[in-house]
């Protein structure tokens, strides 16, 4: 199956090499290879022949200016994927995204939702939780001297390799017409897991439990777990240890 992935970091480098192996011609488009979103400037060529695209690109930034950049994007990957006659769109996304209207990061995400869903092409949506690669980014955003600002908002951590297994799984698949929700084995306090960072890596920081400190500080509940979702094996301290 001929696949074509849009976005080649983290995610999307894994999911090719995971597509190829399993036998798909799965090619990776960015701005490195002439793709560029904001103008739809080699989307064309990019999806032709294409019966899936999977949508694992991101926003430059995280703060208001991420609403227009998924809006553009998106209106541009979807116009591209009709016009080739792509039969399925698969998107990255996080879980509950839509629960977290006061982080203009995850509304652009779910408006990407939203796009994907009214588009007339079948879709699956992955829904994933914070990935573990990202923690000490977490933990550097609301770090002041040797203090770590964390509240204390539930997360369940899950390895980028477990993200893009799942990501071409569902790529490889029939549409879902809907969300997976995927996620590690263990829940943790994002404070918690901050102190267990710092303490597995040797770093003399130390965290201060705040309830308002970062992104994280307007997350409400427990809306960044997947309680029945699929589930990966990796947990966050073995990981560590391959670090």
């Known amino acids: 199956m001929k696949i074509a992935v849009i976005g080649t970091g983290l995610i999307g480098t894994q999911v090719i090499q995971r597509l190829t192996e399993a036998g798909h011609d799965a090619t990776g488009h960015s701005r490195s290879t002439g793709v560029d979103l904001l103008t739809g400037e080699g989307l064309d060529e990019a999806l032709s022949g294409a019966e899936v695209v999977v949508d694992v690109y991101n926003s430059p930034t995280f703060d208001e200016a991420a609403i227009d950049f998924f809006r553009t994007a998106e209106t541009h990957a979807l116009a591209a994927a009709r016009k080739a006659d792509v039969r399925h769109v698969v998107a990255l996304s996080i879980v509950g995204v839509d629960q977290v209207p006061d982080v203009a990061y995850y ?133 560590l240890r391959t670090r």
Do not use: C
């Not at 390895?159 to 997976?180: D, F, H, I, K, Y």
């Not at 400190?213 to 309680?227: E, H, M, N, R």
């Open 107 to 239: 509304r652009a995400k779910t408006l990407q939702e939203d796009l994907i869903k009214a588009n007339p092409i079948p879709y699956s949506i992955v829904r994933a939780a914070q990935f573990m690669e990202f923690i000490p980014s977490v933990l550097d955003f609301t770090t002041e001297g040797d203090v770590v600002r964390l509240p204390s908002t539930p997360v369940q951590p899950i390895s980028s390799a477990e993200v893009a297994a799942a990501v071409a799984e569902v790529a490889a698949g029939a549409p879902l017409q809907g969300t997976r929700d995927i996620a590690g084995p263990e829940v943790f306090p994002l404070d918690e897991l901050g102190r267990i960072t710092l303490e597995a890596t040797g770093d003399n920081r130390h965290v201060v439990t705040d309830e308002t400190a970062g992104l994280f500080g307007a997350v409400k509940g427990d809306v960044l777990t997947a309680p029945g979702g699929h589930l990966g094996t990796t947990h966050y301290r073995d990981w």
